[in-house]
């Protein structure tokens, strides 16, 4: 995966010499406010409409100053393959959860083709929201801040988002998306609010991003292939997860998985694999989660296979997702539990092929941890501590 510098290269010299004979929209000149107050969603359609009829490469131009938008669809496909949102400023989202908090999604691209996303902070302010889950009332379930839905080539570079009401970002049904030095924030406290959510998309590659939320960092799901996480900081949060799988009978599985150099800190999890504990066609094999460093983490090493929230619709049941060729390489740090590395695995298809190398996690000053392994085969070499039970 040398060639990820190369093609970050390439593309940064194409982007800028198609972008030096493009037509820019500014969304001030069409109308949009930067006062926070003002609503501007008509103005960002007004602007995209234009872009997206273009023949030319366009920019969307969001200057310094917050923008107030409701829920907007940015929809394709365009005359031409090449439009870039460059955001100076702040999109808001409004402040009365109740105004998006059923639309699904805040802002979403759909079948859309070379859409880049450079800069800009999208504020969701969903703390509203999450107040009134935590209270235990009837609620919106929330908008995801930032979608992408059957669409390819897309980068997002430089994003920063906060305070979303449900997902921050959501990958679905995409080929070939770049996201890079993108920063997510949200309260350890903050319900269903997973920062990058990946499902049903190949070619993904997450790099050079810091996340901080109340759920999975990263969460990977069902149909997911080809994907790459690198360079990532992720806590407070549920960590980086691979399901849950198995919800449906009938689901695609995940594949070609890498997750490298990466730092969990204070997080429930690290790397985990969780799938429900019912009937499935699903699957997750060749996945490999390398130079990981864990502080503080409930669960360093992980993989559910009887996950079953509220206990409705698998008891008794086994999972019928088969986990297979997983690798687990330069793995240290500590463990906030006695028990660093569960594998928890169906016993009617036993995870197969585990590999541990030079795994090195400790338990509270320097207690040896504990491995527990339920239903698992594979192998181990190099250090492994605590001492593999495969």
């Not at 319900?191 to 939320?213: A, E, F, R, W, Y």
């Not at 169906?346 to 527990?372: D, F, H, M, Q, T």
Request: glycine content about 10%.
């Amino acid at each position: 995966m040398a060639n990820h510098k190369w093609q970050t290269i390439f593309l940064f010299i194409f982007i800028n010499s198609a972008m030096a004979k493009a037509v820019t929209y500014s969304v001030t000149t069409l109308g949009a406010k930067p006062d926070g107050k003002t609503d501007s969603t008509k103005a960002f359609l007004s602007a995209w409409a234009k872009a997206c009829a273009s023949v030319k490469p366009a920019v969307i131009y969001v200057p310094a100053g917050r923008f107030l938008l409701r829920n907007a669809l940015f929809s394709g496909p365009c005359k031409n393959s090449l439009i870039t949102f460059r955001i100076a400023g702040t999109l808001v989202a409004p402040s009365d959860y109740r105004v998006i908090g059923n639309a699904g999604n805040w802002l979403l691209f759909r079948q859309v083709n070379g859409v880049t996303i450079s800069g800009g902070i999208l504020d969701g302010q969903g703390t509203g929201l999450w107040a009134c889950k935590n209270s235990g009332k009837s609620c919106p379930t929330g908008s995801t801040t930032l979608s992408f839905s059957n669409s390819n080539n897309i980068v997002v570079s430089g994003l920063v988002s906060l305070n979303s009401q449900k997902f921050h970002i959501v990958i679905n049904g995409c080929n070939n998306v770049k996201m890079q030095g993108v920063k997510v924030s949200a309260s350890g406290n903050s319900p269903n609010t997973d920062g990058i959510h990946v499902q049903m998309s190949s070619g993904v590659t997450i790099l050079n991003s810091k996340i901080s939320t109340g759920d999975d960092c990263v969460s990977i799901g069902p149909g997911t292939s080809n994907l790459w996480i690198e360079n990532v900081a992720c806590g407070p949060g549920h960590g980086i997860s691979i399901g849950s799988l198995g919800k449906d009978l009938q689901e695609a599985g995940v594949q070609n998985v890498t997750v490298k150099t990466v730092t969990f800190t204070n997080t429930q999890n690290g790397v985990r694999i969780k799938s429900w504990g019912r009937a499935s066609t699903g699957f997750a094999r060749n996945i490999l989660f390398q130079h990981a460093i864990m502080i503080n983490v409930q669960n360093p090493i992980l993989i559910d296979q009887q996950y079953c929230p509220d206990k409705k619709g698998c008891p008794g049941q086994v999972s019928g997702v088969k986990i297979s060729d997983v690798t687990y390489q330069d793995i240290h740090g500590t463990s906030a539990t006695e028990v660093a590395v569960k594998f928890d695995c169906s016993s009617k298809y036993p995870c197969s092929r585990i590999r541990l190398e030079n795994v090195k996690l400790i338990y509270k000053n320097n207690r040896g941890a504990l491995a527990s392994c339920s239903n698992a085969g594979g192998t181990s070499a190099g250090t492994v501590q605590p001492t593999s039970c495969l």
